[in-house]
């Protein structure tokens, strides 16, 4: 059990950095397993990928509550519909990934391999690097100006993410930028979709492990391993979060596309001399 208890507090540590980060949280816990020989156990397991994702959602409620709470008292009437017109944009914006999720999900899980995920890398990293070189001035440069076509146009560039390896934070911030947005604006909306898209992903996974009754296979250890992996994320999501909070107010995005190319050729090259 020990050792099993290293191996879930380490996935936990790759899942809330790289969530956040536009390097796939995904496609760098598939590679982790294929690191540490985890085919096949229970870490490799679609709920224990997707589900993991809670605690780093949780993070962003802790650390976003007040921004997306439309209740809260000392907001002025105007504040709170400001925040209920956000949380409509993040509701539209979630609508192609909430289709296309449903409709080829068991199709992604089946191609989920060292492979794709190194290409995907790759792909979008050298996408990061000329996404700097060509955007112009951002036009949107806060959540309240944005409009639904902005949100929707997003959103679509989010659904990429289904593919493994393309990471969703990265596809929501490069399309963000894409279509006028700032780093920050498109970091920011970025952080808010994640609540009701990997929830509800979670949700899919329990929800399909359980028709499947592969649900009631999971031992009351395997249970304890994702608990220490979610709450491991959660807390490494909330300086993950910050981190990139405070770097996008300074950086630019060019050294994350660097990352992904490096780490995808690297990742191909292992898989094709040690396989």
């Not at 605690?55 to 209920?84: C, D, M, Q, R, V």
């Not at 391993?225 to 981190?243: E, R």
Request: net charge neutral.
């Amino acid at each position: 059990m020990g050792i099993l208890v290293i191996f879930a507090i380490i996935l936990g540590i790759v899942e809330g950095i790289t969530e956040w980060l536009p390097v796939s949280s995904t496609g760098h816990l598939i590679l982790m397993n294929e690191f540490m020989h985890l085919d096949g156990s229970f870490f490799d397991s679609q709920i224990f990928l997707y589900v993991i994702q809670l605690g780093a959602i949780l993070a962003i409620a802790t650390l976003y509550f007040h921004k997306l709470n439309p209740f809260a008292p000392s907001k002025t009437n105007e504040e709170k519909k400001a925040t209920w017109q956000m949380w409509f944009k993040v509701a539209v914006a979630c609508i192609p990934a909430a289709v296309l999720g449903l409709l080829f999900n068991d199709f992604m899980d089946t191609i989920s391999n060292g492979v794709i995920v190194s290409v995907m890398l790759i792909l979008y990293g050298i996408g990061f690097m000329l996404v700097e070189r060509i955007t112009p001035e951002p036009k949107v440069v806060s959540i309240d100006n944005m409009s639904y076509k902005t949100a929707i146009l997003i959103g679509l560039f989010q659904a990429l993410s289904i593919v493994p390896g393309t990471s969703r934070s990265g596809s929501t911030i490069l399309g963000g930028m894409l279509i006028g947005t700032s780093r920050s604006v498109a970091a920011e909306f970025s952080f808010f979709l994640a609540i009701p898209v990997m929830f509800g992903v979670s949700i899919l996974k329990i929800g399909s492990s359980y028709l499947d009754g592969e649900l009631f296979l999971i031992t009351s250890q395997q249970w304890i391993l994702l608990a220490v992996s979610m709450i491991v994320s959660y807390v490494v999501s909330l300086v993950s979060v910050k981190f990139l909070v405070n770097y996008v107010k300074n950086h630019d995005f060019k050294f994350f596309g660097y990352y992904r190319v490096v780490l995808g050729i690297i990742v191909l090259i292992s898989f094709f001399l040690f396989r």
